[in-house]
């Protein structure tokens, strides 16, 4: 299951005013919505201001970082045909050493953000006003990787002896075995979700984690069915709520509540 933000362009007036940007103020964009990690990312920015010598490609620096390294790096931009001013910058995406040139260090599941502070407004603007904008893109695993291997879920009592028979009311855990299959740490959500014979969802929780490399650990999420039914309990273990990548297959098991 896989989750997609679209670019983002935000821009802030750092000094009051009731101006509005025109055609000709900067373009911030990363060239994709995501990227996987150990990979190359693209920043452009369309400023005509910057362009300083119709002769010569211009280049200057702009702040990118991630939620792993907050500091970030120093992105140079090197305009793409003297007097374009289109200017493109590589980040490389490094899960494994720190952030050092135009290497980024990041994690799976992390908001890598770029930003632009034009000072070379057109008119309207006043000569000391600027303006922020910012961009962002995921680093998320590629489709066809499943980071984490998962058992097949089990249910247990509070104290997680495994039952074969649930009564209505009874308080329950949906146990699974995680295990990284990586040499890097990998955040994740465990996800319950339990439906009724009418495929109705009654019931969604999750807990968050961090699985370090190659480690294996049980999870539990709990339950309680309300009345005698039979049920559907699917199991969804993702990168992050909010842009969800599968990072298993789903798993589902039919539970008879008496």
Do not use: C
Request: no cysteine; proline share 6%; hydrophobic share 40%.
């Amino acid at each position: 299951m896989q989750k997609f933000t679209s670019l983002g362009l935000l821009f802030l007036i750092l000094i009051p005013t009731d101006l509005t940007a025109s055609a000709q103020s900067s373009i911030l964009n990363w060239q994709q919505a995501t990227y996987p990690p150990n990979s190359t990312g693209v920043v452009e920015i369309v400023d005509k201001d910057m362009s300083l010598n119709p002769m010569t490609i211009s280049t200057f620096e702009t702040n990118v970082w991630s939620d792993s390294d907050k500091s970030g790096i120093m992105l140079q931009m090197v305009e793409t045909a003297p007097n374009s001013g289109v200017f493109v910058g590589n980040v490389y995406f490094s899960t494994n050493y720190p952030s050092s040139g135009n290497r980024l260090h990041v994690s799976v599941g992390d908001t890598v953000t770029a930003e632009y502070i034009d000072r070379t407004l057109p008119p309207p603007y006043l000569s000391t006003q600027q303006l922020i904008f910012t961009a962002k893109a995921l680093i998320l695993p590629t489709t066809n990787i499943m980071s984490i291997q998962t058992s097949s879920p089990q249910v247990t009592d509070l104290r997680g002896n495994i039952i074969s028979s649930v009564k209505a009311g009874q308080q329950i855990q949906i146990t699974t075995a995680l295990q990284n299959t990586q040499q890097q740490a990998q955040p994740f959500v465990y996800l319950v979700q339990a439906k009724d014979n009418d495929g109705v969802v009654i019931s969604l929780s999750w807990i968050t984690g961090i699985l370090i490399p190659m480690q294996s650990v049980n999870v539990s999420q709990s339950w309680q069915p309300d009345k005698a039914g039979t049920y559907t309990i699917q199991i969804f273990v993702w990168n992050t709520i909010s842009n969800a990548v599968s990072l298993s297959p789903e798993q589902s098991l039919q539970l008879v509540a008496t």
